[in-house]
């Protein structure tokens, strides 16, 4: 039975999962989440998801094909338990705030408002009102307390700076080193001992050269070493 | 009386009046104060009275009588009800039966950014935002006037409100839920 509704009308990727399960009349369990993968599937891929919407509708088809390859691989023993329980936990939850939400929306639309007073107009008239305890520690306190704020904001912000910088620096080493080379091996470009971080700023530095076409890279095979040669 | 008192400050008071205001000009205690309040409650929010009262965040203030909004909209000349899309429906209605909540805690919820619908619903006056000191983040709750256009006198007075308000699962799954994503914190940081 096809569905003849489009994602557009969607309200987020648990309304379409709710909806597949509903239309199939499953209860929501995790039988009927591995049921429904691949509809959600078809549905994310034949529809336009919104691009800010799209890795919210991802999450989601990645959690049902988990659920999924353990339902027709048992043995095979991975999270999926407890994700798939998550999701139907969740599935569940949300369903019972859309149910909550028909009441709201007939009593937002029944025409039983309670008016209050309207405000008088009066015309403003400029006038000096200081307010009686605003003290200069005051401001510095409350300024402090708006800084405070901030600081998750800026940590975060410094440290995406600093992975930035630090891969910018690492693509210059390795374009200085192949002028001198044609060929350098992966494990070269890091430094002995280097740590994870390195590692991986190193690869994306790597990536990011061969994205701008600067330099080519071969592997022989898993975990082998990355060859990187010029393309010119 | 105190209740007299509180009657004559509800009715001069264009916007609603805080219980904490009420406490401080009347020098009553908590619970001298809390009591008079229910005693006005309780007279006012009768079929017959014109007047009620709403209870909202903390704040009190006389209203119309809901069955009365017909004539009153007409005399105001007020449009009543705008339309609510069902992404704005279903936020909404977490926000009511969950608030105060932060952005986070909705998104977990509904499974989908909230970003552009909180937006919407709190330039339309239906939701408001505060900011939550313990919490660093800003809490989401649903405004006067909203709980004022549903004609009930306090948020608590909706259908299955304590089941859904105090549940334990749905808290626990909320809490888990934004335990384990990332992407809210990347998304604030953007």
Same mark, same amino acid.
């Given at each position: 039975?096809?569905?003849?509704?489009?994602?557009?009308?969607?309200?987020? =990727?648990?309304?379409?999962?709710?909806?597949?399960?509903?239309? #199939?009349?499953?209860?929501?369990?995790?039988? +009927?989440?591995?049921?429904?993968?691949?509809?959600?599937?078809?549905?994310?891929?034949?529809?336009?998801?919104?691009?800010?919407?799209?890795?919210?509708?991802?999450?989601?088809?990645?959690?049902?094909?988990?659920?999924?390859?353990?339902?027709?691989?048992?043995?095979?023993?991975?999270?999926?338990?407890?994700?798939?329980?998550?999701? /139907?936990?969740?599935?569940?939850?949300?369903?019972?705030?859309?149910? /909550? +939400? $028909?009441?709201?929306?007939?009593?937002?639309?029944?025409?039983?408002?309670?008016?209050?007073?309207?405000?008088?107009?009066?015309?403003?008239?400029?006038?000096?009102?200081?307010?009686?305890?605003?003290?200069?520690?005051?401001?510095?306190?409350?300024?402090? $307390?708006?800084?405070?704020?901030?600081? =998750?904001?800026? $940590?975060?912000?410094?440290?995406?700076?600093?992975?930035?910088? +630090?891969?910018? #620096?690492?693509?210059?080493?390795?374009?200085? $080193?192949?002028?001198?080379?044609?060929?350098?091996?992966?494990?070269?470009?890091? /430094?002995?001992?280097?740590?994870?971080?390195?590692?991986?700023?190193?690869?994306?530095?790597?990536?990011?050269?061969?994205?701008?076409?600067?330099?080519?890279?071969?592997?022989?095979? +898993?975990?082998?070493?990355?060859?990187?040669?010029?393309?010119? | 009386?105190?209740?007299?008192?509180?009657?004559?400050?509800?009715?001069?008071?264009?916007?609603?009046?805080?219980?904490?205001?009420?406490?401080?000009?009347?020098?009553?205690?908590?619970?001298?104060?809390?009591?008079?309040?229910?005693?006005?409650?309780?007279?006012?929010?009768?079929?017959?009275?014109?007047?009620?009262?709403?209870?909202?965040?903390?704040?009190?203030?006389?209203?119309?009588?809901?069955?009365?909004?017909?004539?009153?909209?007409?005399?105001?000349?007020?449009?009543?009800?705008?339309?609510?899309?069902?992404?704005? !429906?279903?936020?909404?209605?977490?926000?009511?039966? @969950?608030?105060?909540?932060?952005?986070?805690?909705?998104?977990?919820?509904?499974?989908?950014?909230?970003?552009?619908?909180?937006?919407? !619903?709190?330039?339309?006056?239906?939701?408001?935002?505060?900011?939550?000191?313990?919490?660093?983040?800003?809490?989401?709750?649903?405004?006067?006037?909203?709980? @004022?256009?549903?004609?009930?006198?306090?948020?608590?007075?909706?259908?299955?409100?304590?089941?859904?308000?105090?549940?334990?699962?749905?808290?626990?799954?909320?809490?888990?839920?934004?335990?384990?994503?990332?992407?809210?914190?990347?998304?604030?940081?953007?």
């Amino acid at each position: 039975m096809s569905f003849e509704v489009t994602l557009d009308q969607y309200s987020g =990727p648990l309304q379409l999962l709710l909806d597949l399960i509903e239309q #199939e009349k499953l209860p929501i369990t995790e039988v +009927s989440l591995a049921r429904v993968t691949e509809d959600y599937l078809k549905h994310v891929n034949e529809h336009d998801v919104p691009a800010e919407e799209l890795a919210d509708f991802l999450v989601v088809a990645t959690k049902l094909l988990l659920i999924k390859s353990h339902a027709i691989l048992p043995q095979l023993n991975l999270d999926a338990e407890e994700d798939g329980a998550k999701l /139907a936990d969740q599935l569940r939850m949300y369903k019972r705030f859309v149910d /909550a +939400s $028909a009441m709201i929306e007939e009593m937002f639309g029944a025409g039983k408002d309670m008016f209050a007073r309207e405000k008088t107009s009066v015309a403003k008239v400029r006038q000096f009102l200081p307010p009686k305890n605003v003290t200069p520690t005051i401001l510095r306190e409350l300024f402090q $307390a708006v800084q405070k704020r901030l600081e =998750p904001f800026f $940590a975060l912000r410094q440290s995406s700076i600093e992975r930035v910088v +630090s891969i910018q #620096e690492r693509m210059k080493q390795l374009q200085a $080193a192949m002028v001198d080379r044609s060929k350098v091996l992966f494990h070269e470009m890091v /430094a002995t001992g280097a740590s994870k971080v390195e590692v991986v700023v190193s690869f994306l530095a790597l990536l990011e050269l061969m994205k701008q076409r600067v330099v080519k890279a071969v592997q022989g095979g +898993s975990f082998h070493d990355i060859l990187i040669t010029r393309s010119d | 009386m105190i209740t007299t008192s509180i009657e004559s400050i509800l009715f001069a008071s264009a916007k609603p009046v805080a219980i904490s205001v009420l406490k401080k000009s009347l020098n009553a205690s908590d619970e001298v104060l809390l009591e008079a309040i229910a005693d006005v409650k309780a007279r006012f929010n009768v079929e017959t009275s014109g007047i009620h009262v709403v209870e909202h965040e903390g704040k009190v203030q006389f209203v119309t009588n809901p069955s009365e909004s017909a004539v009153v909209a007409a005399l105001l000349k007020e449009e009543v009800s705008g339309e609510l899309s069902r992404p704005s !429906l279903e936020t909404l209605t977490i926000i009511a039966y @969950r608030g105060p909540i932060t952005k986070p805690e909705i998104e977990q919820i509904r499974g989908v950014n909230c970003t552009l619908i909180l937006r919407n !619903l709190s330039m339309r006056g239906l939701v408001d935002e505060t900011d939550d000191i313990e919490r660093l983040q800003p809490v989401f709750t649903v405004s006067a006037d909203f709980v @004022r256009h549903l004609g009930i006198h306090s948020i608590a007075d909706l259908p299955d409100y304590l089941d859904l308000h105090e549940d334990k699962k749905i808290t626990e799954l909320v809490d888990s839920l934004s335990d384990s994503m990332t992407s809210s914190l990347n998304d604030s940081a953007l």
